[in-house]
Nanobody, 126 residues
Framework: QVQLVESGGGLVQPGGSLRLSCAAS????????IAWFRQAPGKEREGISC??????????LDLVEGRFITSSDNAKNTVTVYLQMNNLKPEDTAVYYC?????????????????WGQGTQVTVSS
C-alpha cells in the first residue's frame, strides 16, 4: 500500500526558511516520480517541483526559482523527498502536498498523479 507522509510545515516570518519532508513507501523504487504541489486559499493547485527515478529534479514554478530546493534520499523501501524553502514570502502561504506517479515520469498536471499526502500548512506572516 502506497503511503506518503508529510512533515515540516508551520508558521514562519518573511525571509525565513522551512524544510518539508515526504516519506514515500509501498511501491517499487525502480520507476516513480514524486512531486510537490501547493494550494493557496481560493487558488488552483500548482506544481512546484518533481523528482523522478530516471531524470532527477525538474522545477515548474518560476516564482520559487532559486529559493526552493528539492532533493531526495533513498533507503530500503522508502524514498524521502525534501523541499527546502528559503527566503519565504507571504505569497508562499499555502497547503503543500507531495504526490507520486508510479507509471510514468514527472508532470505538472496534478490529475496525472496516483497518490497524495495529507498536506501540510505553511504560513508566512510577521
Amino acid at each position: 500500500q502506497v503511503q506518503l507522509v508529510e512533515s515540516g510545515g508551520g508558521l514562519v516570518q518573511p525571509g525565513g526558511s522551512l524544510r518539508l519532508s515526504c516519506a514515500a513507501s509501498g511501491f517499487t523504487l525502480d520507476y516513480y516520480a514524486i512531486a510537490w504541489f501547493r494550494q493557496a486559499p481560493g487558488k488552483e493547485r500548482e506544481g512546484i517541483s518533481c523528482i523522478s527515478s530516471t531524470f532527477g529534479v525538474t522545477y515548474y514554478l518560476d516564482l520559487v526559482e532559486g529559493r526552493f530546493i528539492t532533493s531526495s534520499d533513498n533507503a530500503k523501501n522508502t524514498v524521502t523527498v525534501y523541499l527546502q524553502m528559503n527566503n519565504l514570502k507571504p505569497e508562499d502561504t499555502a497547503v503543500y502536498y507531495c504526490t507520486i506517479r508510479l507509471s510514468s515520469g514527472c508532470s505538472m498536471t496534478s490529475g496525472l498523479y496516483d497518490y497524495w499526502g495529507q498536506g501540510t500548512q505553511v504560513t508566512v506572516s510577521s
